[in-house]
Nanobody, 117 residues
Framework: QVQLVESGGGLVQAGGSLRLSCAAS????????MGWFRQAPGKEREFVGGDSWSGGSTNYADPVKNRFTIFRDNAKNTVYLQMNSLKPEDTAVYYC??????????WGQGTQVTVSS
């Protein structure tokens, strides 16, 4: 089992920045791919970005490319989502996930990000 806890969400003005953190506990953190997803009101959960399944690279959804960056600190068992140039359409609950073999098996509880115009 892997337990994931997100933090860092909040209210920010358009154009601003936020950094989300996801702290993992349980099994060996470095063994898992880590990803970020988000779900806006009335919409399905969508992929934001994450480790490629083959390892060695990070993939991003088109709406966040060149604005969001994911990086992980294996020594701290933590993955981060740095969000810059935020837009009102980035408003959502953000979730981190851990997985392997093309399956996101573990999820955090989510953290709310609200971007005001």
């Amino acid at each position: 089992q892997v337990q994931l806890v997100e933090s860092g969400g909040g209210l920010v003005q358009a154009g601003g920045s936020l950094r989300l953190s996801c702290a993992a506990s349980g099994r060996t953190f470095s063994n898992y791919a880590m990803g970020w997803f988000r779900q806006a009101p009335g919409k399905e959960r969508e992929f934001v970005g994450g480790d490629s399944w083959s390892g060695g690279s990070t993939n991003y959804a088109d709406p966040v490319k060149n604005r969001f960056t994911i990086f992980r600190d294996n020594a701290k068992n933590t993955v981060y989502l740095q969000m810059n140039s935020l837009k009102p359409e980035d408003t959502a609950v953000y979730y981190c996930a851990a997985g392997s073999r093309h399956v996101w098996s573990y999820w955090g509880q989510g953290t709310q990000v609200t971007v005001s115009s």
